[in-house]
Structures are given as C-alpha cells and as structure tokens.
C-alpha cells in the first residue's frame, strides 16, 4: 500500500477509492476501517501520538486526515510494539482486540481523568484489555440477545438458567424504567463468568502489567446507564424510551454519561460499573478480583448491592424492586430466581 502526491493510496496498482464496495457491509460508501500498523517496534519510542494505539472515526468522508479523497468511515492506528507486549514472536492481540472493540463502537471503560483504578474494575477488554468482552459490549455489537424479564405478566417470580455466558452469550437483563429494550437505557446486565476458553490465557498468564484475569467461576453483573442525550442547538435533552435512534434534529447524540467522571451528565454516575458482590464502588480504589463475583446462595438486592445505586434505587429514579438470589453453579450452568417485590 503507499499513496501518491495527491493523496490517493493505491494496493497493488488499484486505486482504495475504486475498492470500497468490497469493504462497505453497511453500504454507506465508505470503506468500514483499515488497520495501520506502524513499523516501531520500541515501546520506549511508542508514548507519542503517532505511535500510540488509537482508533479514529471520520465524520466528513473527505476530511483527509491520512489522505484526501478516500471515503473511509473509520481506522486503527498502532505501533508494532503493540503486538510484542505479552508475545515474543509478536502475535499479542490484546491491543488489537480493545481497538477493533472500538471501531464496532464502544466506547473505553477506564478513566481519562488520571485514576489508575475505573468503575469497571480493570478486568474487561475495553478497560485494561483483560478477557474476551463483556455482556454489555457484546449486546452493543449485536452478538448477544439478552435474556428479558416479562413485566408485563402477573408473575412476579421467574427462574432463569444461564449457561456460561463464554460458551453460549446467555445474558439477563434486569431493567430499569428507562430500559427500552436496547441497550441504550439503564438496567443490570448478568452473565456466568468462567475462565476457561478466551479467557483462560488472561486468567493463567500475567498480562504487560501484571495483571490477571479472574480465575474462578462466579456470576459477574454490571450495572449499565447508557442513556443517550441529544444536542439540540444548545440544550441537552434525554432521548425518551421509544427514541434511542439518530434524530435528524439534533447536532448529535451521545451517552449522558462516561466511565470518566468529567465527562459525566452527573458527578459520580458512571455509564459502567461492576456491581461488587463486596458492595464497594471500585472508582479509585482497586482492581476486581474473584472476590466481587457472586456464587451460591448469594442474594442481589437494593442493600446488598447500594453501593452501585443511588439511594437504593437506579440512577433515573426508578426503584429497585428486585432480589435475585444465586441457586445454583454447576460447570456449565448458572440458575437463578428473580423475585420482584
């Protein structure tokens, strides 16, 4: 690949412009990404921009940001380095995987802010690159279709059995009100977590900086607050429950709130948490351990778990009426009752 005076790159004498129907699934007429791997292999060199792991989404198609005139939607940049970190023949995918996390959109779940411990804990693929990706990010990427609660029966008792979420992508939702069937609203999302298969390398090797991935099998849960707020000219609006699409009207829509905490709609309100079996918000504190995921006989409440709410209810107000209690772990599945009171 290399790229003329005008700026036009060219792949084996064929212009990229001319290629773009081979790499545009979503038909936008736009490449859908390009990986640039650059050649810098010294990680001491790599703390500058250019070399840093990045992931960049083009807004105008012809914004020329590499080059003029090609009509990319979005690219990785990252030194070579990158793939030597855990690696000495230079197939470290960590990186990769956590950038790739970011071109399929989401969003990173670790501080800006300078806080070495996040909200979610470190263990997560779009935190410190530890483990395969979580519910939440794979509900985001469509890969996962989550397991919902029928609120609208006169039940108010359900069992639910999750086989592990690794093998199979079973999920639960537990919703907020302001859950509208996306995952763009409020609600916890479970899963059986195990180390075994993706994440049994994290959870048996040492990663880069000395960290591992859990090594035991629990029921990890997140609570999620990915609601959207519009731009419209200079107010800031809630998208409704039945509006979590792109509206026409708005300069542009984006979660109300961020694992950064200037960032955030609210002081102290996250877009992402992991909701600790030890009722402690990790922010500033420590990484997760084996210790913050829930096994047997285990109850999840709006006490046993306060510390991830906001005055024991959801961060939009609405209650927490729910105790789901752990019945069971076997190897391969996890049941649970969910009470609604």
Request: glycine share 6%; proline share 2%.
């Amino acid at each position: 690949m290399w790229a003329d005076k005008s700026g036009a790159i060219t792949i084996n004498g064929t212009k990229l412009s001319s290629l773009v129907s081979n790499y545009d699934y979503d038909k936008d007429n736009k490449i859908d990404g390009i990986y640039f791997i650059i050649n810098e292999f010294d990680m001491s060199k790599v703390n500058v921009s250019r070399f840093w792991a990045y992931t960049y989404w083009y807004i105008d198609t012809n914004c020329g940001y590499f080059a003029p005139n090609i009509p990319l939607a979005t690219f990785c940049s990252l030194a070579g380095a990158f793939n030597y970190r855990d690696s000495y023949d230079g197939n470290d995918a960590h990186t990769l995987i956590h950038e790739t996390g970011h071109m399929l959109g989401a969003e990173d779940y670790y501080s800006y802010d300078g806080e070495s411990r996040g909200y979610s804990g470190g263990l997560d693929m779009m935190d410190l690159n530890i483990g395969d990706h979580s519910a939440f990010t794979k509900y985001l990427f469509s890969w996962v279709k989550p397991y919902l609660l029928d609120l609208s029966s006169s039940l108010n008792k359900f069992e639910i059995t999750l086989n592990t979420f690794e093998s199979s992508g079973d999920c639960l939702i537990i919703p907020s009100s302001s859950f509208n069937n996306s995952p763009f609203g409020e609600y916890l999302i479970i899963e059986y977590l195990t180390n075994d298969y993706l994440n049994n390398f994290d959870s048996s090797s040492c990663y880069y900086e000395g960290i591992y991935f859990y090594s035991t099998r629990g029921i990890r849960v997140f609570h999620v607050n990915s609601r959207l707020i519009k731009y419209v000219g200079t107010r800031n609006v809630f998208m409704n429950n039945n509006e979590y699409k792109l509206d026409e009207e708005a300069n542009y829509t984006t979660y109300a709130y961020s694992n950064t905490p200037s960032l955030s709609y609210e002081k102290n309100v996250p877009l992402y948490q992991l909701v600790s079996k030890k009722n402690e918000k990790l922010y500033g504190k420590r990484l997760a351990s084996n210790n913050d995921l829930f096994v047997e006989n285990d109850i999840i409440n709006s006490s046993t778990i306060s510390a991830s709410l906001k005055n024991n209810k959801f961060y939009d107000g609405s209650d927490f009426n729910y105790s789901i209690k752990i019945d069971s772990l076997t190897f391969n599945q996890a049941t649970l009752t969910v009470n609604i009171i």
